[in-house]
């Protein structure tokens, strides 16, 4: 048996909140996390809605039903299997959106990168292929990716501001779990942020990490 390959163009989609122009001074690149869809997710992003603030939240390729065979849907970034060409082409997808956002934006305007979940990962990993310079990144309720390179990160993004997220109820994450994997980012010279809540996106130390980007 003989595998092969092909590229082929296909429709990716993605949901935006706030205004795209000229004005805009912000945008901001969230990714879902595991089976969740991204016109969902983008919703507990509604505190940035601000004048010069533009959200976006790309949706991966991936889409099953949660549970048997119908019903409710959901997306996933990646599994193991053919994860090389998945995180390719999923790279591919955010550079894609960003170059069209930039072009539009304000000649100044700051980029943020967000992860949830399964979407630390996926964020990560674009951080190291993408030609974009990042103003902030952040990984909530997710690992980084367990291939990352710090080195090669901090060469090319030096001046980031980088940020970790966890709530204290998080049912993937024990404190005592979050605990052992922190000196695992000591290199990423993250700011760590924790709330009172489980594995969702908090309105608080959401907004306190956007008001750090100026």
């Known amino acids: 048996m003989?595998?092969?390959?092909?590229?082929?163009?296909?429709?990716?989609?993605y949901y935006?909140?706030?205004e795209l122009n000229k004005d805009t001074k912000k945008i901001w690149i969230v990714c879902h996390g595991y089976g969740q869809?991204?016109?969902?997710?983008?919703?507990?992003?509604?505190?940035?809605?601000?004048?010069?603030?533009y959200i976006v939240a790309p949706e991966g390729f991936n889409k099953f039903y949660l549970k048997g065979f119908s019903g409710r849907v959901g997306a996933s970034?990646?599994?193991?299997?053919k994860r090389n060409d998945e995180i390719i082409?999923?790279?591919?997808f955010l550079d894609q959106i960003i170059d069209e956002l930039i072009s539009e934006a304000?000649?100044?305007?700051?980029?943020?990168?967000?992860?949830?979940?399964?979407?630390?990962a996926t964020i990560s990993r674009w951080s190291l292929k993408t030609k974009h310079h990042i103003d902030s990144l952040t990984l909530?309720?997710?690992?980084?990716?367990n291939d990352f390179d710090f080195d090669a990160y901090n060469l090319k993004h030096p001046e980031t501001k980088n940020f970790v997220v966890f709530?204290?109820?998080?049912?993937?994450?024990t404190s005592d779990a979050v605990r052992e994997y922190k000196p695992e980012l000591n290199k990423l010279n993250a700011e760590w942020l924790s709330y009172k809540g489980g594995h969702t996106i908090e309105t608080d130390s959401l907004n306190k990490i956007n008001d750090t980007i100026v």
């Open 140 to 145: 909530w309720g997710g690992k980084i990716a």
């Open 77 to 81: 970034w990646m599994t193991k299997e």
């Open 106 to 120: 304000h000649e100044n305007c700051k980029l943020n990168v967000l992860g949830f979940s399964q979407g630390t």
């Open 16 to 18: 935006s909140l706030g």
């Open 89 to 92: 082409d999923h790279c591919m």
């Open 167 to 173: 709530g204290t109820e998080d049912v993937f994450y």
């Open 2 to 13: 003989k595998e092969h390959s092909i590229k082929i163009e296909t429709t990716a989609h």
């Open 37 to 53: 869809l991204a016109k969902f997710f983008i919703q507990k992003f509604k505190s940035l809605q601000k004048e010069g603030i």
